[in-house]
């Protein structure tokens, strides 16, 4: 049954519906192909197989009886970002320690309306800080790619590693994830996956563990375009329990997905080439643009001068933030509690053991930029910085539709390779996604080839306010001139 | 920019072993806003209940929870700030306030910093002694309450109840405009009252519902401010007084043995009617103040604040000032009438209609020391305005006298009852009869000569023949026209 595993979104929709197979076969393959993988890839942090099962057959009966939902069946996984009713949800951190949330996330809760079915919680960095799925206290999780000339373990990146590796290795069909910096796009492009992250206000915050609100925003790591195309559709809503949702409607992202770009305007921001970067980064970009001006779409050059501010403001905006989100992990209500001689012990006792070092160090960084005296200096003047960064945005959002970058400035790494000395090495791996957060727009990563080392490499797309019709429609393009990615080498079998 | 809108009052100086200094009072009136549910959340505001009873999702910081602004909140601030005449902000942004308590399950207070959603208008206030003064607000924001920390229930842990936490609070900042306690209270009486008119806030200090911030410092005449010091969470007028009046003795000790105020934050000692320092623990902190990104920028148009503007009830200081105009009060009657607005309203349903002398002397006397007796507000004394009312009217119709009436109003009292009923069954009609009272009359000079002889030259001592017949007529007779009988009979002119 193992072929199961390799098909879409799109294409086991279509067999569940013709009665191929049924939602519980579907569900096995996927268990079988987790519980072969779990102990090398460590891509999960709990697995829920006996509900899945259990989902699966509910599925079966609406299958049969007509009510399919539009993910009817389909085997997910949630990283474990997402608070999920009964199913313990730990952030990737010890200071959850047991913790069972009592409610469902509204995007979890629409994905299993139509029909969803979750496999597991999804590995990811602790807090969903980092880019390589190093920073979680259930332990790294490995990329399913290795490349050509070694056998060395590589990171997923971060920092949802478990959602991109788990997605790659074909443990599920699909998972959702969160995009906070570049959590999304980066680990997608090391991957070999799509990782969408929509405009901010495009899915709730509801139930999503918070890591720095104002950028923090959901979205889909999938095999293909489509199937981004029709997770975000059901995952995205307006919810009245988060006011910074937007009440727009939902377009059926499907129906022009296929509509070309012949005649759009794409834009190529020159800040983009950035110093040291590696050639073959350089020539997969242009690849890109290649690739898009044959199919019809006009390349304009523009500028986006405020670009290399973006991702030393992204680290004083989203440190500030966090300090303050995660000031409610104190042990008093839930979690971990480490006892203290009074109340001021146990915090410092809990907090200390509950967090690891990269939360720690931004926590730290958070709370001395908004520290009197610091404020105006860091929190604010970042905050402006954040108001030319979208300007900069607006403007080149009047020449062109969409803008084509690479994703990440390279390659999958190897576990311990970067930022073992200093921390800024692994942040720049964010280099060219962090923008889309600080701006609030949708960004998409397209695998577009491999690298030298064989690895993948991705392209990111940037669009306008809630075009995410636009920017997959371009997506679908840039997939189709690159061709599907080869399945990695299933060397944990 | 603040200017100081008093001048330096000699009566409000207070005399040292080494001369007078002035008293510079500010208050921070925390006042919980009357609503259903709290202010980002769909709990119960409600009081009392077992602990943790109110208490939601996000009341409790769970994981991933945010905050959603409750409109009903939103719009008893702007009202509030129309009943302050201040400047309503469209708008306004909530900022989190950091600091680390058991009590604050986020980690952080949601309050508003920087741009708070009223801004500067002012609080008229009617003293005692005649004088008006005007305390400026300079603003007022919506805040969320903390829950409560127990360190007594027990032994080895403390215990917290999150009832309140979450429960929308307005911090209303006054000016530093008062100079003394007596200020201060009927600063915060008034208040209560502008709140309690509103239905913005239902005033009652005992369940924690307006607690005061009080900051206190003094200074020789004419010269700038003194340190302040800031004695937090008062919860009654009377301790609101007792504490400014503590920390100005204080203050003013230690500043004549050369020492030097230092800027602290204070606790109020009820029992011991004394102020003291605050632990070292509950001080000052860096609070960390940034903008919620849980929470856009709280915006409303014009039309808004208008339809909430014709929606007011009339406000204190209006019906005061129509009281006086309609019904001829006094000011000092007029005050305390609209103290709460229920009496005001008793008292309007007694008056409208009939003599509004009459109506206020009842009101005012008869009726209000019978609720002083009974410890209750005026409305609540136990005599509808409609049986006062029939009172009066009886009263006005020559039905009883006025003296017969406050047998009726006893009767009322304990019985309950129609008056006019009361008056009927009890045989209590004034006697206008004059053949009737004429024979009484006769009756009464024919048994008295010696009288009739003394007031020949003391015509004042008919009142003694006036009362001769009451008595025979259990106070029935109607005084008028015994007089004139009297007067006919005795041939003496009108005294």
């Avoid at chain 1, 569900?27 to 890839?41: F, G, Q, V």
């Avoid at chain 1, 609406?62 to 952030?91: N, Y």
């Avoid at chain 1, 139930?207 to 981004?228: K, N």
């Avoid at chain 1, 009440?247 to 040291?276: A, F, Q, S, T």
Wanted: hydrophobic share 35%.
């Amino acid at each position: 049954m193992s072929e199961l595993t390799d098909l879409t979104i799109a294409t086991a929709r279509k067999g569940l519906a013709k009665g191929d197979f049924s939602a519980v076969e579907l569900c096995e393959a996927h268990i079988e192909a987790t519980d072969a993988a779990n102990d090398a890839l460590n891509t999960f942090i709990v697995t829920t197989f006996e509900l899945a099962v259990k989902r699966a057959a509910q599925s079966d009966k609406r299958i049969k009886s007509g009510d399919a939902g539009v993910l009817e069946g389909i085997p997910l996984g949630i990283k474990d970002l997402f608070c999920t009713k009964d199913v313990q949800t730990t952030a990737g951190s010890h200071i959850l320690d047991k913790f069972t949330p009592v409610y469902e996330s509204t995007i979890t809760k629409n994905l299993f309306d139509d029909g969803a079915v979750m496999i597991g919680k999804l590995n990811l960095d602790e807090f969903a800080m980092g880019s390589s799925n190093e920073t979680s206290y259930f332990g790294n999780c490995i990329n399913p790619w290795k490349r050509k000339a070694d056998d060395a373990h590589l990171v997923p990146g971060g920092s949802s590693g478990g959602s991109a590796s788990s997605v790659a290795a074909r443990l599920v069909m699909g998972a959702t994830a969160t995009d906070t910096g570049g959590s999304i796009r980066q680990p997608a492009a090391f991957t070999g996956t799509v990782g969408m992250k929509p405009t901010y206000g495009r899915c709730s915050r509801w139930g999503v563990v918070a890591f720095a609100s104002s950028l923090d925003q959901a979205g889909p790591i999938t095999r293909t375009v489509e199937d981004a195309a029709i997770m975000l559709k059901s995952m995205a809503s307006y919810d009245a329990k988060d006011t910074t949702s937007v009440d727009l409607p939902v377009p059926d992202y499907e129906k022009k997905l296929r509509d070309g770009v012949k005649g759009m305007k794409v834009g190529i921001p020159k800040e983009y080439r950035v110093e040291g970067m590696p050639d073959e980064i350089e020539q997969l970009w242009q690849k890109g643009i290649d690739w898009l001006k044959s199919e019809g779409a006009e390349i304009i050059d523009v500028s986006l001068p405020h670009t290399k501010y973006a991702l030393p403001a992204y680290y004083i905006v989203a440190p500030a933030e966090a300090s303050s989100n995660l000031a409610r992990y104190d042990g008093v209500r839930y979690g971990l509690r480490a006892e203290g001689d009074d109340i001021l012990n146990m915090y410092e006792n809990t907090r200390a053991q509950g967090f690891g070092a990269e939360v720690k160090r931004r926590i730290m960084i958070g709370t001395y930029v908004l520290s009197a005296g610091y404020y105006d200096a860091y929190y604010l003047k970042a905050q402006k910085v954040r108001t030319l960064i979208k300007r900069d945005f607006d403007e080149a959002y009047k020449k062109v539709d969409v803008l084509l970058t690479p994703t990440t400035p390279g390659p999958a790494f190897a576990p311990g390779e970067k930022g073992g000395d200093d921390p800024v090495e692994m942040y720049l791996n964010d280099i060219f996604t962090v923008t889309a957060n600080m701006a609030g727009l949708p960004g998409i990563s397209v695998p577009s080839g491999l690298s030298l080392e064989g690895t993948p490499l991705g392209l990111q797309l940037i669009g306008k306010p809630f075009d995410e019709a636009g920017l997959l429609r371009v997506a679908q393009t840039l997939e189709d001139a690159a061709g599907l990615l080869p399945t990695p080498d299933k060397w944990w079998v | 920019m603040y200017k100081e809108s008093r001048e330096t009052e000699k009566k409000n100086l207070v005399q040292g072993s080494t001369g007078d200094w002035e008293v510079v009072i500010g208050l921070e009136v925390h006042a919980q806003v009357t609503s259903n549910a709290k202010l980002f959340s769909g709990s119960s505001t409600e009081f009392g209940g077992e602990p943790n009873d109110h208490v939601s999702l996000v009341d409790a910081a769970m994981p991933g929870m945010l905050p959603v602004i409750n409109e009903a909140c939103v719009h008893q601030a702007i009202r509030t700030g129309l009943g302050l005449r201040a400047k309503i902000n469209n708008r306004s942004v909530f900022d989190r306030k950091n600091y680390f308590y058991p009590d604050l399950p986020q980690g952080y207070q949601i309050s508003q910093f920087k741009h708070p959603i009223v801004g500067e208008g002012d609080v008229i206030l009617d003293l005692k002694d005649g004088t008006t003064v005007t305390i400026g607000i300079e603003r007022l924001h919506l805040e969320q309450d903390a829950g409560k920390s127990n360190h007594e229930m027990h032994l080895k842990h403390s215990v917290v109840d999150l009832n309140r936490s979450g429960v929308a609070l307005m911090e209303i900042v006054s000016y530093p405009d008062m100079r003394s306690a007596e200020e201060a209270k009927a600063y915060v009486t008034k208040l209560r009252t502008i709140l309690r008119y509103l239905g913005t806030c239902d005033g009652n200090m005992d369940e924690g519902s307006m607690r005061a911030d009080v900051n206190v410092s003094v200074r020789r005449p004419g010269e700038p401010w003194g340190t302040r010091t800031e004695t937090k969470n008062v919860n009654s007028i009377r301790f609101i007084g007792q504490a400014i009046d503590y920390e100005i003795n204080r203050q003013i000790d230690v500043l004549e043995d050369g020492g030097s105020i230092d800027q602290e934050t204070l606790l109020f000692d009820p029992k011991k009617g004394e102020t003291r320092p605050m632990r070292s623990k509950e001080e000052a902190h860096d609070y960390r103040y940034f903008p919620d990104p849980d929470l856009l920028p709280l915006e409303f148009d014009d039309a808004l604040v208008e339809k909430l503007r014709k929606e007011l009830p009339e406000l204190p200081d209006d019906k005061k000032n129509r009281f006086m105009s309609e019904y001829g009060l006094s000011p000092y009657d007029a005050e305390i009438l609209i103290a709460a607005r229920a009496s005001a309203d008793y008292f309007e349903l007694v008056a409208r209609g009939r003599d509004a002398k009459l109506a206020v002397n009842w009101v005012m006397g008869d009726l209000s020391g019978h609720a002083n007796a009974k410890g209750v507000p005026l409305h609540e004394a136990g005599v509808s305005p409609d049986q006062l009312g029939q009172l009066i009217d009886l009263i006005s119709d020559g039905t009883i006298s006025g003296k017969i009436a406050k047998d009726v109003l006893e009767i009322v009292l304990e019985e309950g009852g129609k008056p006019a009923d009361i008056v009927e069954a009890k045989g209590l009609k004034q006697m206008s009869d004059t053949g009737e009272l004429e024979a009484i009359v006769d009756d009464i000079i024919a048994a008295n000569p010696k009288q009739v002889e003394q007031l020949k030259t003391k015509p004042k001592t008919i009142g003694w023949f006036v009362g001769q017949v009451m008595q025979k007529t259990k106070g029935k007779a109607n005084p008028q026209t015994v007089n004139k009988l009297l007067q006919d009979k005795l041939e003496i002119g009108e005294g």
